[in-house]
């Protein structure tokens, strides 16, 4: 049986402990995240989402990502959410609306939403004591009852 030398055991005792070092580092930094994730437009055929329903028209979105912290921070980056060969329509501003537990829990402030579809939200929402099955949706000017993008792949 072969043993390996003591040098390639010291380079990989580093690659390993390099490896956990790094792991760790990557978990510590979304710690305080209780979801991250890509949002994808509204499309016709989508399902009513905790009492919203889709927007009236198919939305498109470039990459885009929301993320809710366990503070009840929300921070949402809209890239490209345009209605195909129509751009933004009579969407001048967006919310984000937060879902825990299989309903509606807090929305946020409205920003505005350029024409190229382009949007930047940060706020702060009250969040339940337990939060399960996290979700944001995106709501055109303030309306909480209809979502044109969502949380999920």
């Not at 195909?84 to 409205?110: I, L, S, W, Y």
């Not at 024409?115 to 940060?122: E, L, M, P, T, V």
């Not at 337990?130 to 709501?139: E, F, K, Q, S, W």
């Amino acid at each position: 049986m072969h043993r390996p030398s003591r040098t390639a055991s010291f380079v990989l005792g580093g690659l390993a402990a390099a490896t956990l070092v790094t792991g760790t580092a990557a978990i510590a930094a979304d710690a305080d995240a209780l979801l991250k994730a890509p949002l994808q437009g509204s499309i016709l055929s989508d399902p009513p989402l905790f009492g919203a329903t889709r927007g009236g028209a198919p939305w498109q979105i470039g990459t885009s990502e929301a993320k809710l912290e366990l503070d009840g921070t929300v921070k949402v980056t809209i890239a490209g959410l345009l209605i195909p060969g129509v751009g933004v329509g009579q969407v001048r501003n967006v919310t984000a609306t937060v879902a825990c537990n299989g309903e509606r829990v807090a929305t946020t402030a409205a920003v505005p939403l350029s024409a190229a579809g382009n949007a930047q939200i940060k706020d702060d929402v009250t969040l339940p004591v337990r939060c399960l099955a996290p979700a944001v949706l995106i709501n055109p000017n303030g309306n909480a009852n209809v979502y044109i993008a969502a949380t999920g792949h």
